[in-house]
């Protein structure tokens, strides 16, 4: 094998993993609305949680009780409980926008890897060399952000499948709470 069915083959393999990221993304995009529907119905439970804090503080002070430690927990898991089930949307949303994203890298890679095996093919000038200079750079990123946006994604797309199952199962605040505490704990994995 030479060193242009070496470019031609590598151009051929990026090419053929574009469709497993495409069939992925495409599986990110329905987890993606599944996950809001799923967070759409647990945000009851942390309204009720909330509306349940407020009546408890209003009954402290009717009865001239100050505000305890207890409650002002409760309120800030709360309110951590909403921003982390609104962040993980977000999150979620991030981690599907960069797959799309690698899907340009992937073509855009597999392009410049043909266009490399082209300039090699060439006679070697001193303009030609820069252009090669280039190709290679060009080569080297875009399959740096297709591997690590593309691929490096496909493990935190399964994660955020089992975090939305994992809150999809939670009938409680309290549970809902541990849910969303879990995935704050793994946030950084997950994107």
């Known amino acids: 094998m030479n060193l242009y069915e070496l470019y031609i083959a590598v151009g051929v393999y990026i090419g053929t993993t574009l469709s497993i990221i ?18 759409k ?5 942390i309204s009720g949680k909330y509306l349940e804090a407020i009546e408890k503080t209003i009954q402290r002070f009717t009865t001239t009780r100050t505000l305890s430690d207890e409650l002002e927990d409760e309120f800030e898991r709360i309110s951590h409980a909403r921003f982390w089930l609104s962040s993980c949307v977000y999150d979620l949303e991030d981690t599907v926008d960069k797959m799309t994203k690698s899907i340009a890298e992937g073509i855009g890679s597999v392009l410049s890897i043909l266009l490399l095996a082209y ?10 060399s820069w252009f090669q200079l280039g190709l290679v750079m060009l080569v080297t990123i875009s399959v740096y952000r297709y591997v690590i946006d593309g691929f490096g994604k496909i493990s935190s797309l399964r994660k955020f499948e089992k975090l939305v199952n994992e809150i999809e199962r939670c009938n409680t605040f309290d549970q809902l709470y541990t849910a969303l505490r879990k995935i704050k704990k ?3 994995s997950l994107i």
Do not use: C, D, M, Q
């Open 22 to 39: 495409l069939i992925l993304r495409e599986s990110g995009n329905k987890l993606e609305a599944r996950a809001n529907e799923v967070f």
């Open 41 to 45: 119905t647990k945000k009851p439970l």
């Open 119 to 128: 300039a090699f093919s060439l006679p070697n000038e001193g303009l030609v």
């Open 186 to 188: 793994e946030e950084k």
